[in-house]
Structure formats: structure tokens, C-alpha cells
């Protein structure tokens, strides 16, 4: 919805920059991870996935990276344009019912 | 939105009021999610389906319930709106639960005043 992006932790970069959004999950457990993005007034969208018996994943223009060490996800978008501009947050499986749990996000911000 | 609609979009109802927000998809996907999304919070499960006349409850399921009669429509009832439900209700949908990807819907916008 409109008011998703508000509190969130936001990163600001220039256009034609590669942009790194970071994510902390919660359950070592977790054995699938999901990257969404959301733009204003709009559902999640699906990026990327990754599972857990892998560290990195190369989609167009997006990769993602997971360490498992830390439980850490990452984000990377290359040449980043002001349609990437929006707010992405990371899914897990870390639910009790082998549900997805969801993190907050981190509003995109894209200076042309 | 990977063939998922979502009824009405927009909604504004009065403390106290029954409101019934509609799931429709075309994927013929088994499993079928409501959550919903506040400021502050990341999406929330709510309840989902895992087959026709198959549902259980999310983290947040209070003053939620939830039928699915056909493979394609899952509807989310508040059966005595309350403010704290004020909220953006969306659908998703996914071949199996846990490990793979869930499409979302537009979204419902619901004001509770």
C-alpha cells in the first residue's frame, strides 16, 4: 500500500550505480529465501528465491547472495534505473507452519 | 499479478460492520494466503487455504475467518470490523506451501472508522 515505505530504513543511490539491500533472518533453520519488491499502491512482487544449499543465485540485472554463517541476505541490483525505485523485503521459511515470515524492507530510493 | 484479483479494492466501513474481501485467481494454484501489511510490521499471515474447504489460522487470525468452496476464490471475512483492522489486506497464491515462490494480488485498502 501507499504507507509501506514509512519507517522503513531507506537507501538512496544514483542512477547507473549498483545498489546492495540487505536482509537479517531470523530462523537457522530456514531453508528457502524469497526477495520481493513493492512499488507504491502495488502488491509484492517476486524477484529471486535462493535455497539454502546454495550461496549465490544470478537473475537479470539482480543477485542474490546468502550466508548462512550470519543469516544474511543480500540484494544486488546492478545499474540501478528509477524503475527499481520502491521498497524490497526479504521472506523466509521460517514459520511455524513452514510458512513464509516476511521482513519489513528497505525503501529504494533512485536519484536520477 | 499473476492472474489474481482481488474485491473491492477500496473499502471504507463503520466499527461493527461485516465486510467480505474476495481472493479470485487463475493459476489453479492449491494453496491460497490472506495477509495483511501495516506500517512498522512485515506482511502477517492471517489465514490460508490449502485446498477447497481446507484453512488454518495465521500468526494474526483474531476477528478473521476465512471460506474457500472453489479452487479459485478464497474470501476473508471481519465479522465485526474494529479499527485495528484498518489495514491493506493482500492475497497470495503458491503451488505448495514453505519453499516456493507466492504470487501476490493489487491489494485491498480497508479504513475502519
Known amino acids: 500500500g501507499e504507507n509501506v515505505g514509512l519507517h522503513l530504513p531507506t537507501l538512496s543511490v544514483q542512477e547507473g550505480d549498483n545498489s546492495i539491500i540487505n536482509c537479517a533472518y531470523s530462523n537457522s533453520a530456514s531453508d528457502y529465501f524469497i526477495w520481493y519488491k513493492q512499488e507504491s499502491g502495488k502488491g509484492p512482487q517476486f524477484i529471486i528465491d535462493?535455497?539454502?544449499?546454495?550461496d549465490k543465485r544470478q537473475g537479470q540485472r539482480v543477485t542474490v547472495l546468502l550466508n548462512k554463517t550470519v543469516k544474511h541476505l543480500s540484494l544486488q541490483i546492478a545499474a540501478t534505473q528509477p524503475g527499481d525505485s520502491a521498497v524490497y523485503f526479504c521472506?523466509?521459511?521460517?514459520?511455524?507452519?513452514?510458512?513464509?515470515?516476511f521482513g519489513k524492507g528497505t525503501k529504494l530510493s533512485v536519484k536520477p | 499479478d499473476a492472474g489474481i484479483t482481488q474485491s473491492p479494492r477500496h473499502k471504507v466501513t463503520e466499527t461493527g460492520t461485516p465486510v467480505t474481501l474476495r481472493c479470485h485467481q487463475t493459476e489453479n494454484h492449491r494453496y491460497m494466503y490472506w495477509y495483511r501489511q501495516d506500517p512498522g510490521h512485515g506482511l502477517r499471515l492471517i489465514h490460508y487455504?490449502?485446498?477447497?474447504?481446507?484453512?488454518d489460522k495465521g500468526e494474526v487470525s483474531d476477528g478473521y475467518s476465512v471460506s474457500r468452496s472453489k479452487t479459485e476464490d478464497f474470501l476473508l471475512t471481519l465479522e465485526s470490523a474494529t479499527s485495528s483492522q484498518t489495514s491493506v489486506y493482500f492475497c497470495?497464491?503458491?503451488?505448495?506451501?514453505?519453499?516456493?515462490?507466492?504470487?501476490f494480488g493489487p491489494g485491498t485498502r480497508l479504513t475502519v472508522t
Open positions: 535462493i535455497r539454502s544449499n546454495m
Open positions: 497470495a497464491i503458491s503451488a505448495s506451501m514453505g519453499a516456493y515462490e507466492q504470487y
Open positions: 487455504s490449502y485446498g477447497v474447504k481446507d484453512t
Open positions: 521472506a523466509e521459511t521460517g514459520g511455524s507452519q513452514g510458512n513464509l515470515i
